[in-house]
């Protein structure tokens, strides 16, 4: 392996912990995200079960004015009845009383369950209250914890820049176009610009096979910036046998 490529690879060491560390913060922001998520679908899911409670409230209250009424008018009905002499009235009267008396025997069973639901209402928005407070906990630690890593994926990055200023001048220093080659590559394939080719010419990246002229300006190790993989676009590089046995 030349010293030009040891010098990249190198700096592909240093670019790919760089990568890496701005990966992890986007998985931290999503770690957050996630959280924030959760603590609003329990919030929402609170919101929901209030509506409910209003809405067999407002239904409780209206059934139990219409018994009111039809207790009321029962009351009058049979008031009336006493004094009534003619039959047909009468019968009239009676049944009136009668469908009433069913009217407020429906709404007092409807007001009972009613009365159930909203006891479970009540203890699922209990149990939510519960969740809220405990996602909001968990939420304050992942928030925490997402900061402090962040700060150190930071100040790691600052000296990977540092430590990344001194590789791409080792590697300039050999060969300016070859770290133009590089650079290229880095941005095509999102920082893994290198890749290590097998003996019989197999990119190890995308498996492709290269042609014998690929092969063998690899195998020789100079004009790196050209040994490019014609499948992924890869600069790729042999390790030594030495190397392979270690």
């Known amino acids: 392996m030349s010293d030009l490529m040891d010098r990249m690879l190198d700096l592909n060491?240093?670019?790919?912990?760089?990568?890496?560390?701005?990966?992890?913060?986007?998985?931290?922001?999503?770690?957050?995200?996630?959280?924030?998520?959760?603590?609003?679908?329990?919030?929402?899911?609170?919101?929901?079960?209030?509506?409910?409670?209003?809405?067999?409230?407002?239904?409780?209250?209206?059934?139990?004015?219409?018994?009111?009424?039809?207790?009321?008018?029962?009351?009058?009905?049979?008031?009336?009845?006493?004094?009534?002499?003619?039959?047909?009235?009468?019968?009239?009267?009676?049944?009136?009383?009668?469908?009433?008396?069913?009217r407020v025997d429906e709404h007092e069973s409807n007001v009972l369950a009613n009365m159930t639901d909203l006891d479970k209402l009540r203890e699922d928005m209990a149990a939510v209250y519960n969740t809220i407070g405990e996602e909001d906990l968990k939420l304050t630690s992942v928030k925490q914890k997402a900061q402090d890593e962040i700060n150190e994926i930071r100040a790691k990055h600052a000296a990977l820049l540092e430590e990344r200023k001194a590789a791409v001048s080792k590697v300039e220093a050999v060969d300016g176009s070859a770290y133009h080659a590089y650079d290229l590559a880095l941005k095509r394939t999102k920082g893994d610009p290198l890749a290590e080719m097998s003996m019989d010419g197999i990119c190890q990246s995308c498996f492709r096979r290269q042609n014998t002229n690929i092969i063998n300006m690899v195998h020789i190790g100079e004009d790196v910036k050209n040994c490019k993989c014609q499948g992924c676009g890869r600069i790729l590089y042999v390790k030594e046998k030495k190397n392979e046995e270690e």
């Open 13 to 102: 060491y240093v670019d790919r912990r760089i990568v890496r560390g701005k990966l992890r913060l986007q998985e931290v922001t999503r770690e957050v995200a996630a959280q924030e998520k959760r603590v609003e679908e329990a919030r929402e899911a609170a919101r929901k079960i209030e509506l409910a409670i209003k809405d067999k409230a407002f239904s409780a209250d209206r059934m139990n004015m219409e018994i009111r009424t039809a207790e009321a008018e029962a009351a009058d009905q049979e008031r009336k009845l006493k004094n009534i002499k003619n039959q047909r009235e009468f019968k009239i009267v009676s049944d009136r009383i009668r469908d009433l008396k069913i």
